[in-house]
């Protein structure tokens, strides 16, 4: 049976990779910074090892120091739960990708699965055209919580690519905007503030029947990438030798308008209503391209967005992750 551990499954991408892996047949080890999971793991045949922050070499110690056929990591801080302080950036990704591959190369493993964010070109947003997986990178040079988190995204890339040279480590490396699917925490931070995610926040306002607002200019297009097409990503580059960055888009480009719509759609309860605001910001159009996901890795979407939005409202009643994700916000309870 094949061997996999996947780091940071205590969030939603890593937690989400852990059970693809699972029903794909893997042996799967899921590695946590929290200390406890609640016993989901265990619950679903999964080794949970706690405790570890890819940051201090001397935590990997409680991990099984064995050949892997695939480490995922998706471990490392995020501008969505953190503040502009850029030194958990540096520690978490840079410094974690150095320890995480030097790890590897103690127990003989070469396969790593890596994630990297948009804003590593962010000179060609808002482009109609799709961005290249290729495109030469950048960063967001007007600072914002997303600039030293680039950076540090980027250079963990460079190592990837440089350790491929230099020790035969097989890099798969995924770049994706945010991964929509059911979470009991709907909050994230902005440039260190706390705030509700725009889109729960439009299904919290179609459950309780209040007013849905629409701003800006409606038709700018989104990538709406579901969690579970992202975990088939993980599993397609588990399963391939292929090395490099793939975009990861969504089903198709869908404008705000449809987005909307849709969740207005599958989340009103009859009594919410739904008014457009185009006097207020609109909001930023990344489009990337899929063909090489498509034509080298053997990866696209098959979510629509309506699909998602019936499994996300499916999982939000069942909450299928609350040992350790926790209880149902009365917010989002559907009755």
């Not at 909450?319 to 209880?327: A, I």
Request: proline letters at 5%.
């Amino acid at each position: 049976m094949k061997k996999a551990i996947v780091f940071g499954a205590t969030g939603q991408l890593g937690c989400y990779s852990a059970l693809a892996l699972k029903d794909e047949g893997y042996d799967v080890v899921a590695v946590g910074r929290r200390k406890d999971d609640g016993g989901f793991f265990s619950s679903k045949g999964i080794e949970f090892v706690g405790g570890v922050t890819l940051e201090d070499f001397a935590s990997f110690n409680v991990i099984p120091n064995q050949y892997y056929d695939v480490v995922v990591n998706m471990a490392g801080t995020m501008p969505a739960h953190a503040d502009n302080d850029p030194m958990p950036y540096v520690k978490s990704i840079c410094v974690g990708i150095v320890n995480l591959t030097t790890w590897m190369k103690q127990n003989g493993s070469k396969r790593i699965i890596f994630n990297t964010t948009p804003s590593d070109v962010y000179d060609l947003w808002d482009s109609v055209e799709p961005i290249d997986d290729d495109a030469d990178r950048s960063f967001p040079k007007t600072g914002g919580d997303h600039a030293v988190y680039a950076i540090c995204k980027r250079a963990a890339t460079d190592i990837l690519e440089h350790l491929s040279i230099t020790d035969g480590i097989k890099p798969c490396v995924f770049r994706h905007l945010m991964v929509y699917g059911w979470h009991p925490d709907a909050v994230y931070y902005l440039n260190g503030e706390k705030r509700i995610l725009p889109w729960r926040s439009m299904i919290r306002k179609c459950i309780a029947g209040d007013t849905l607002e629409v701003y800006g200019d409606v038709s700018r297009k989104k990538e709406l990438l579901y969690i579970k097409d992202f975990a088939r990503a993980v599993v397609i580059a588990a399963n391939s030798d292929v090395c490099g960055i793939f975009n990861l888009p969504g089903y198709k480009p869908y404008t705000l308008d449809e987005m909307t719509q849709t969740i207005f759609e599958v989340f009103s309860n009859g009594k919410a209503k739904k008014i457009y605001r185009p006097d207020m910001p609109d909001t930023p159009q990344i489009l990337l391209s899929g063909k090489k996901s498509k034509e080298v890795l053997g990866w696209e979407p098959i979510w629509t967005w309506h699909e998602a939005c019936l499994d996300i409202k499916k999982e939000s009643i069942e909450n299928p992750v609350e040992l350790m994700w926790g209880e149902t916000d009365p917010l989002d309870k559907i009755n």
